[in-house]
């Protein structure tokens, strides 16, 4: 601590890597989960200029576009994914999809993996419904 109080310049970047740690640790559960159920995951932190996609699983021709979220609550990990987050995953799945060669056949679906304490993981399918 610094004086006055306040955490030194060291504390927000130690804040930052658990935070880090710790959605690298649900999404290595979420992506477990979705082997368990079948899907196949062809990529983890996708990113694009648009954002970044957590997970993408594919069963088939089903593409699942995989946000995660490690909360207290499904109904908090659910609220956390908001307008503006839906549109960026978005904006990046279409960036994804343009690269496909299959893309034509493909089906895109917006999940969501909430992350809850003491669970497993809670699959949410169709969680919102894209541009498509």
Not at 18 to 40: F, I, M, N
Not at 46 to 64: F, N, Q
Not at 98 to 112: E, M, N, P
Request: aromatic share 6%; hydrophobic share 40%.
């Amino acid at each position: 601590m610094s004086r006055g109080g306040a955490p030194g310049p060291g504390a927000e970047t130690v804040r930052r890597r658990r935070h880090l740690g710790r959605g690298h640790r649900g999404e290595t559960l979420a992506a477990w989960a979705l082997r368990l159920k079948g899907y196949r995951i062809v990529a983890r932190q996708y990113r694009t200029k648009l954002g970044e996609i957590d997970i993408i699983a594919r069963r088939g021709d089903l593409v699942a576009i995989v946000e995660v979220k490690a909360r207290p609550t499904l109904a908090a990990a659910m609220d956390a994914v908001g307008p503006s987050a839906q549109r960026r995953i978005e904006g990046a799945a279409d960036l994804w999809l343009s690269k496909q060669k299959d893309h034509a056949r493909l089906s895109i679906r917006f999940d969501i993996v909430a992350v809850l304490p003491r669970r497993w993981p809670v699959h949410v399918t169709d969680a919102w419904r894209g541009r498509w």
